[in-house]
């Protein structure tokens, strides 16, 4: 068995003749519109943003940002939301994703494609979508009314709850798929060797199948956590505008203040905050896994 396992990993690991070195030289240029695009429409305006930062009217803007208390609790709320959005996923995502793995090919395509389904849709849309069902007169607390179950509406939207539920929605299929991807490179003959040993199927799936999937868990968490951190539509329409999200006050400062220095502050710290938290996540997901620069080794 061990020299089949070799033998496979041999297999998986070799690559086909290298190309010419001319010819890959040639083919990066096709990456040049991307990296001028990049350029104009990312490096230079969070230029600009970095400098507003410090001369409208000046770095001071930093230490008005460090030491308000609305500045720290709309970061902790951002923490929060972000964390139980990520719970929200894992917990939705990860029975989704391991029936995909374990489907065929035509039922783990529709599963698929339902799960791309809400990216064709605005997220505008989809959150509007989701005040029908959350609103005091929307159609979970009539059932719930109706029932008997509650005698008033249970408050469902302007709230935590609200735009953890929004953007769990909005999410999920980035968990889901970093999941699949990482399901689907698990070895099933470890599987079979592990009931063959005698392990049953809950002992196989905690000591063997969950271990091997945990990379695309750290994955599709990191994505989720990441991409949460910056949220401000849903937010702004489910949750509870007495305690915004960090995305949320930076268009504050800059629509309603008119404090340009003050939003850039704001937005130069989340996306260090952010930055570090990405190296720290790098210690359990590979970079080359977030990104899916990984193919089938």
């Given at each position: 068995?061990?020299a089949a ?22 083919w ?13 429409f ?7 943003i ?18 308000s208390?609305?500045?720290?609790s ?10 139980l959005?990520v ?43 989701w ?8 159609i ?6 109706d ?12 709230n935590?709850?609200g ?6 929605h ?8 970093s ?7 698990i ?37 989720v ?43 130069i ?7 570090l938290?990405?190296?720290?996540g ?8 977030i ?7």
């Amino acid at each position: 068995m061990a020299a089949a396992v070799t033998s496979s990993i041999t297999t998986r690991g070799s690559r086909g003749p290298a190309a010419p070195r001319g010819v890959r030289s040639w083919w990066g240029l096709l990456g040049l519109p991307g990296g001028v695009a990049l350029l104009f429409f990312f490096i230079l305006p969070l230029g600009e943003i970095l400098v507003r930062s410090l001369t409208d009217p000046s770095p001071e803007n930093y230490l008005r940002a460090v030491t308000s208390e609305v500045v720290r609790s709309s970061f902790v709320t951002t923490f929060v939301v972000s964390i139980l959005t990520v719970a929200f996923c894992i917990l939705l995502g990860y029975p989704y994703a391991y029936v995909m793995a374990r489907s065929r090919s035509a039922v783990a395509g529709i599963l698929g494609f339902c799960v791309l389904v809400p990216f064709w849709l605005s997220i505008l849309v989809r959150t509007y979508a989701w005040t029908v069902w959350l609103q005091n007169t929307g159609i979970i607390n009539s059932f719930l009314l109706d029932v008997g179950l509650v005698n008033e509406p249970v408050q469902l939207m302007r709230n935590a709850l609200g735009t953890v539920i929004g953007m769990t929605h909005v999410l999920l299929p980035f968990m889901v798929f970093s999941m699949y991807a990482s399901m689907k490179r698990i070895d099933l003959g470890l599987e079979r060797a592990s009931r063959a040993l005698g392990a049953g199927p809950i002992r196989t799936f905690l000591r063997v199948y969950l271990p091997l999937s945990l990379p695309g868990v750290y994955s599709g968490s990191l994505i989720v956590f990441v991409t949460s951190l910056g949220f401000y539509l849903t937010p702004a329409i489910l949750g509870d505008a007495a305690k915004p999200l960090v995305g949320q006050l930076i268009v504050e400062q800059v629509n309603q203040a008119l404090n340009f220095g003050m939003g850039s502050a704001i937005g130069i710290l989340l996306l260090l905050v952010t930055l570090l938290l990405l190296a720290l996540g790098m210690r359990f997901a590979k970079f080359e896994d977030i990104v899916g620069l990984r193919g089938d080794q």
